[in-house]
């Protein structure tokens, strides 16, 4: 699908079509730097590069929005490089949206090296030790600079398992930042998304939600899922989150980039994703497809002349073998995670591009039913 005629201003979302059979829906949301068709797939540029792509190459993969990393571009190169580079768009040379994280995950992921506080979070830098703080604030002064699209609010992303009660103190804490983060100054057109918390807790999801919703983000994420949590805990935590924000707003998942688990968020409601998975699966010599991963750096593929994923029209599959990228691949050949990257992105943006597809077509139905037959037959089976 292509956008056509003049843009529109930053933070206007269209729902273009709605599925008649579940809650997936078509969506266009426009930002200071052109327009993101949904649902989508953005990839990760955590040290303002998607590993082993140039801009080039993911403008090719039609890439529409690239995801940055808050707390590792504040390490390095910091904000004083980043100022004096004038921003994240230019200093990576990426003309495209950008949507920056909060940095949020990041701090709390740190364990022992970090102090929770009332404003915000103490940390020692995971490179060196250096003292740093990063609360509401901090993290949107960080992002005003970036120059992202989108910059996500300060949240505390609970850990899996954990006690309702400190669950409860956590989403408050979230509430009081994000209300915060909403009075910081922003770059021009720059789009703020609130974030839901509340863990397992049904009743603490929807509150989070409602309140967020009554704040008046420019759009929402559901955070705190993909954690540890098994599958059908994390499946119904997205259906929680979303459940209560507002049907005009475009609604993102953090972190999550199983492809089945995002078919199923899509039919819940949401609109947005990122991982790492294509990249970081790739510099492993796995290989993703229609069908499935499955690790073409093994010795079974020594010999074979298949490309990649038959019937790809990647750069990769068109141009070279299984054999070649095993080979790359063992031998410590930076091409070969190149090539399987490519090859992986392209799979990974072809099945948003393809669920798009479906449901502008009324085969959204189908479409869902078949790649559950695919990757998780059980599921299928089960119901019915």
Not at 330 to 354: A, K, Q, W
Request: glycine share 10%; proline share 5%.
């Amino acid at each position: 699908m292509e956008t056509t005629g003049e843009m529109k201003a930053p933070g206007t979302f269209e729902i273009l079509k709605e599925d008649r059979h579940s809650d997936a829906r078509l969506g266009r949301l426009w930002t200071a730097h052109g327009a993101v068709d949904t649902p989508v797939f953005m990839p990760v540029g955590t040290q303002a590069t998607v590993k082993a792509l140039e801009p080039r190459d993911l403008k090719e993969l039609g890439t529409s929005i690239l995801l940055g990393n808050t707390y590792h571009l504040l390490l390095r190169p910091g904000m004083e490089v980043m100022a004096a580079c004038g921003g994240l768009h230019r200093f990576m040379g990426w003309e495209g949206p950008i949507l920056t994280d909060s940095g949020g995950f990041q701090v709390f992921s740190l364990n022992n090296l970090r102090k929770i506080k009332p404003e915000g979070v103490e940390f020692h830098s995971h490179i060196d030790g250096a003292k740093f703080f990063l609360g509401p604030k901090e993290s949107m002064e960080v992002q005003r600079i970036l120059g992202s699209d989108i910059a996500m609010c300060f949240d505390e992303c609970m850990p899996y398992p954990c006690e309702e009660a400190y669950a409860r103190q956590s989403v408050a804490k979230t509430l009081k930042w994000e209300a915060t983060c909403l009075e910081q100054e922003r770059a021009p057109g720059q789009l703020y998304f609130g974030i839901v918390q509340g863990g397992v807790y049904t009743e603490l999801r929807e509150s989070c939600a409602r309140e967020l919703a009554a704040m008046g983000f420019d759009g929402y994420a559901v955070g705190g899922v993909s954690v540890g949590e098994p599958e059908t805990v994390m499946i119904k935590g997205v259906e929680d989150g979303v459940r209560c924000l507002p049907r005009d707003r475009p609604r993102y998942v953090m972190g999550l980039g199983d492809m089945f688990q995002m078919n199923e968020s899509v039919a819940r409601g949401v609109d947005m994703f990122d991982c790492v998975i294509p990249t970081r699966v790739a510099r492993h010599g796995t290989a993703y497809t229609r069908k499935g991963s499955y690790p073409v750096k093994g010795g079974s593929y020594k010999m074979d002349q298949r490309p990649v994923e038959e019937g790809c029209d990647c750069y990769c599959c068109r141009n070279f073998s299984r054999a070649y990228i095993r080979h790359l691949l063992n031998v410590g050949e930076i091409l070969g995670i190149r090539l399987l990257t490519i090859h992986n992105m392209h799979r990974y943006l072809s099945f948003m591009r393809e669920m798009r597809e479906a449901i502008a077509a009324d085969a959204y139905t189908e479409f869902r039913r078949e790649l559950t037959a695919i990757l998780r037959p059980k599921a299928l089976s089960v119901e019915g």
